[in-house]
């Protein structure tokens, strides 16, 4: 089992200020270890992603943080992203690669399905995502997979793992000890009462605890 797990930050689900949200996601990057920022405005028009895309992206890029978009290869290629994320009902693996080109990093919602994780891993993807683990009001789960989904897959598949789902700097510890590669967390951190910058800190305190136990 690898050594390493990692936080996968997400945006909350619609920003209404997008200055004032680019000075709180400075401070929250800046406060602990952040691998990678999803920016996902589901449903907002082109035109709102574009812009979000154009005010947060150098914040993350400029200290090492991978930007990610959620559905739309599309609008990534055209944006500069880092890469995507697609669902099942989103475009599939093969045309998200095609648009976004072999550097591009590409990860694949797969629920509670080992069966569509390795089929997404065998096709090329970079990482894929198992959830929600625990109850969200980010987006509507559709499955509640056991943790231990995380560990067989550790220890059978070389792609990296993100769990997904509800995630909080009380849940998060058990989660990386069951094998997650990354933590992918959005109103746990949004709406942590000491603020986003607090709960980075906590969650990479539950991170390190988490990965002590794996070893």
Not at 52 to 79: M, S
Not at 85 to 92: I, K
Not at 149 to 175: K, S, Y
Request: proline share 6%; with cysteine; charged share 20%.
């Amino acid at each position: 089992m690898t050594a390493e797990c990692r936080l996968y930050l997400i945006t909350p689900p619609k920003i209404d200020d997008l200055a004032a949200f680019g000075r709180t996601l400075a401070q929250t990057l800046d406060a602990g270890d952040v691998a990678a920022l999803q920016i996902r405005l589901k449903d907002a028009p082109d035109e709102v992603i574009a812009a979000a895309v154009d005010a947060l992206a150098p914040i993350a890029q400029a200290r090492g943080v991978a930007v990610i978009l959620n559905d739309r290869p599309d609008l990534a290629a055209k944006l500069g992203c880092d890469g995507v994320h697609v669902g099942q009902s989103d475009a599939p693996y093969a045309e998200a690669r095609k648009i976004m080109g072999r550097d591009a990093m590409i990860g694949v919602t797969c629920h509670d399905s080992r069966h569509l994780a390795m089929e997404a891993a065998e096709a090329g993807a970079d990482y894929v995502a198992f959830g929600a683990f625990f109850p969200t009001t980010t987006k509507d789960a559709l499955t509640r997979p056991e943790p231990e989904i995380l560990t067989i897959w550790q220890e059978t598949m070389e792609v990296p793992c993100v769990a997904i789902g509800g995630i909080t700097a009380d849940n998060a510890e058990g989660l990386t000890k069951a094998g997650a590669d990354f933590l992918a967390v959005s109103a746990g951190v949004w709406t942590h009462p000491q603020g986003p910058a607090a709960a980075v800190v906590a969650l990479n305190a539950a991170i390190a605890r988490g990965l002590a136990a794996r070893s």
